[in-house]
């Protein structure tokens, strides 16, 4: 598939000035464990309605579309405040590979399932998680019929209801959906990163599970998936044998066809977290249960070569209503502000993997003259409702890493 000269400089200029990291040698993946196994949910036929696109390259509007500078802030919010910097707008480039994104749970229909049509709420959150990375990729976000609770997911089934299998299912179904819709009209044998949180990671491992890990040709055009907040699983001190047979968690910077997961907190979690641990949440969306399974992580912050150090990336303004509340809380009515579409904090933060039996967590560290974000809505909650959020400049990091060596693997 033949590219825009002045694209395929850009490219080429961004793997010359890249660190020696993103050169990197692709190591090898480890043997595939063809015991993993598939989820408990039976095969879902996908929907036979039309793709609603939430976000799609010849959409217009567009909320996953980068929209304006950035300010980059020197100080912490304990301090004065200080504008290091401003950053243009990037350049309207059309970016080398793909995004397939699926949205966490956002909206505030009631019932089991959500409309297919977009709220308020969701295209806040579109704007909040999907334009930084539509640097790297162009963005395709189906909106899907998801389920309107996650709590109340995980009550159900412990409580043996089996009404949430069938609201599951339809959600899938819309994912399933437009991932053949894409495929037939707009991939085109590009590379593919996949994104998603929460609820949305649930649906995106469900949908790689059959359709990309167990797919040779897929597999080869894997750039790399962000399985972030929802539990993917593998096996005890392993790599894959979890939800996925052949795609490994990856482990080193610039290494792509690999997953990032994490579920991040800035305290231990206690018996009642459903993130970090294989509980409820994964029963309910079929992920393998018990031993020899535990949730992975792998630390943004060493995978973006940034050694350990999380960097936020926050919109200008905050949201409205009660998702303004919670960015309050979340940053302990501290939050930083600026007249552009993005800030970027002073505050410093750190990121290790803590591994227990049972839990697997991306512990956060503040650092001098920051504040720990606080857990939201409760304390075994973690840092789930701004994870993204709170990691979103190493996650670019990475997009871009992966992007560059799968491209250098695969010339067109």
Not at 365 to 376: D, F, H, I, M, Y
Not at 382 to 399: D, F, K, P, S
Request: glycine share 8%.
């Amino acid at each position: 598939m033949s590219r825009p000269v002045p694209l395929l400089l850009a490219v080429l200029a961004a793997a010359f000035l890249a660190p020696a990291s993103a050169l990197a040698v692709q190591p090898a993946a480890p043997e595939p464990d063809l015991t993993a196994p598939f989820l408990r949910a039976a095969a879902t036929p996908p929907t036979t309605l039309p793709t609603n696109w939430a976000c799609h390259p010849d959409q217009t509007p567009n909320p996953c579309l980068d929209d304006g500078e950035t300010t980059v802030l020197r100080s912490t919010q304990l301090q004065p405040r200080v504008v290091d910097r401003v950053e243009p707008a990037p350049d309207k480039t059309t970016p080398p590979v793909d995004c397939f994104y699926v949205y966490p749970t956002v909206t505030a229909a009631g019932g089991t399932n959500a409309p297919r049509h977009t709220e308020r709420a969701l295209e806040d959150l579109l704007r909040w998680q999907a334009p930084r990375l539509a640097r790297t990729c162009r963005m395709f976000a189906p909106i899907y019929r998801q389920v309107t609770s996650v709590v109340g997911i995980g009550g159900s089934m412990a409580t043996g209801q089996t009404r949430t299998s069938a609201a599951i299912n339809l959600a899938y179904s819309d994912v399933l959906g437009a991932w053949r819709d894409y495929l037939a009209h707009d991939n085109g044998g590009r590379g593919v990163i996949f994104l998603g949180h929460s609820q949305g990671t649930a649906m995106l491992v469900r949908l790689m599970e059959r359709e990309v890990d167990r797919n040779a040709e897929m597999r080869r055009r894997l750039v790399g998936a962000f399985l972030l907040g929802g539990n993917f699983t593998v096996k005890e001190g392993k790599r894959l044998g979890g939800n996925f047979a052949y795609v490994p968690t990856c482990s080193q910077p610039a290494e792509y066809r690999c997953v990032v997961a994490y579920s991040a907190f800035g305290a231990a979690p206690g018996g009642t977290s459903i993130f970090g641990r294989i509980g409820p949440i994964s029963k309910a969306f079929g992920a393998p249960y018990g031993k020899p399974y535990v949730p992975a992580c792998t630390n943004p912050a060493d995978l973006s070569g940034d050694a350990g150090v999380v960097r936020p990336v926050l919109r200008g303004a905050p949201p409205s209503g009660a998702e303004g509340d919670t960015d309050a809380q979340f940053w302990n009515k501290k939050r930083p502000k600026a007249p552009t579409a993005w800030v970027i904090p002073g505050d410093r933060f750190t990121a290790r993997c803590r591994n227990t039996p049972t839990t697997a967590t991306l512990m956060i560290q503040r650092g001098p003259s920051t504040l720990l974000p606080v857990a939201v809505p409760w304390a075994d909650w973690g840092l789930h409702a701004r994870e993204v959020q709170l990691t979103m400049g190493n996650l670019e990091r990475i997009a871009q890493l992966q992007s560059t060596a799968w491209l250098a693997d695969h010339p067109s």
